[in-house]
């Protein structure tokens, strides 16, 4: 039984992840109601040996009605279609009427299963709730972020474009998300669209997921010509205040051949704002003719130490091993050049190796063989000291486009369907799968999302 409510809680994290657009005005409920379940499910596991009851048994039948119940909600939802406004929020409203009703039926069935002895299993959890431990926000960005929301609320015609531009791994698309995600810009622009510009581009395809990030659905695969495409979102923008933000435009041509959809003419009369993030100083400059540049600023020294022993520092360093560690530290910092992902990448390494030997050892390696240091030498060295076991899962994620937000539980099946995983400690294949993605978190060769 608890198999399936957690199949069903599953299903949820995925439907929030994979559909955010699809659950505007109801991603809160969803939210709850995948609390409620996980609730449930750790009381459910605490039953254990007492199911042959037939009281519990009794409690167990009225549990999987109620998982039946909010397992037909998320079918039932995603099965709607693109349908007319008012029809639309009647959908919304019946729909969060339903999830109420299941979350009063979860807490009244977990309160029953409290007054019979049953008591809530704390160490029921999924091995997916430990990769909240290895997110690692990049500190020190409060002033950036400040400043570019501040610019990104002026209604001034001549910020339609707002560039960030700095090297490779400084930390654009970081900053880019934390102003993105900001209460204020959240609730001050009505439409909200990320899109990652992939390689090779296309246009039109940017056009489309621009279209889609701001709900407006049918335009993929439809038959509007380049054209009609560019107008139809360059009226969208024009008439309501939007924010796009383009990661990672990498060419003046790339932005010349995307423009037209935009309304940045400052004669215009537009409040919606481009935000784009590049590593091209040329192109970041020509866009921002009509905009704002902001020039990613490199870590501090107490910054970048900061960000390296939020990391690889373990609680149980001190003493002596604190300050042998903290000066080998300050050593291997020197081959990072200031760039948050770097250090990101190398405290993953470091996070791995517990011993000062072990960090004296890789700051040898370190020395020795990186004759240029850059990124992608970096990136190079964490992909060598992964374990075997380790490489073919992580190769796999070269599968999705860069910046993708994967769901955990498609990529387990992914995995799985690919024959890259061995069971050879009677363990079941997903538990397997979920330790090797918090091995991959604790490294830092995959950002934990949401």
Known sequence: MAVSVFSVIRKIEDLLMEEPEVLKGIREDFDRMGSALRSMKSFLIGIGLRENKFTIRFWVAEIKDV?????????????????????????????????????????????????IGVEESIGGESQRQQLSHYYHPIVGMDDQIADLVSTLLQDYRDFRVISICGMVGSGKTTLAKAVYNHKQV??????????????PWKGNKIWEDICYGLGIFGVKDSKYSDEELAKKLYKILKDNKCIVVLDDIRTVEVWDSIKPAFPVNCETQS????????????????????????????????????????????????????????????????????????????????????????????????????????????????????????????????????????????????????????????????????????????????????
Not at 69 to 75: G, L, N, Q, T, W
Not at 186 to 199: E, K, L, Q, T
Not at 365 to 370: A, F, G, Q, R, Y
Request: proline share 2%; glycine share 4%.
């Open 271 to 450: 409040l919606s704002k481009i935000l784009i993030t590049s590593s091209n100083w040329e192109l970041s400059a020509h866009a921002a003719r009509v905009g704002y540049l902001y020039d990613m600023k490199m870590l501090t020294y107490k910054q970048s130490i900061n960000i390296l022993r939020n990391i690889a520092f373990s609680e149980t360093d001190s003493g002596e091993q604190y300050s042998a560690k903290k000066k080998l530290a300050v050593e291997i910092l020197g081959y990072c050049c200031r760039l948050p992902s770097a250090i990101v990448v190398m405290g993953g390494i470091l996070a791995t190796k517990r011993s000062t030997e072990e960090w004296e050892m890789l700051l040898n390696h370190v020395k020795s063989n990186l004759s240029s240091i850059s990124l992608p030498a970096i990136l190079a060295l964490a992909y060598d000291d992964l374990p075997y076991h380790l490489k073919p899962c992580f190769l796999y994620l070269s599968q999705f486009s860069e910046g993708y937000m994967i769901s955990i539980g498609k990529l387990i099946q992914l995995w799985v369907a690919e024959g890259i995983l061995s069971n050879d400690k009677g363990e079941s294949i997903e538990d397997i799968a979920e330790s090797y993605i918090i091995e991959l978190a604790k490294r830092c060769m995959v950002q934990v999302g949401e």
């Open 186 to 199: 959240r609730y001050n622009f009505v439409g909200h669209a990320w899109v990652y510009v992939s390689y």
């Open 67 to 115: 998982v039946d119940d909010a397992e037909d909600v998320i079918h039932t939802f995603l099965r709607k279609t693109t349908v007319c406004f008012l029809e639309e929020r009647w959908i919304i409203r019946k729909t969060k009427s339903k999830i109420s009703e299941i979350i009063d039926q979860i807490t009244y069935l977990t309160r029953k299963l409290e007054e």
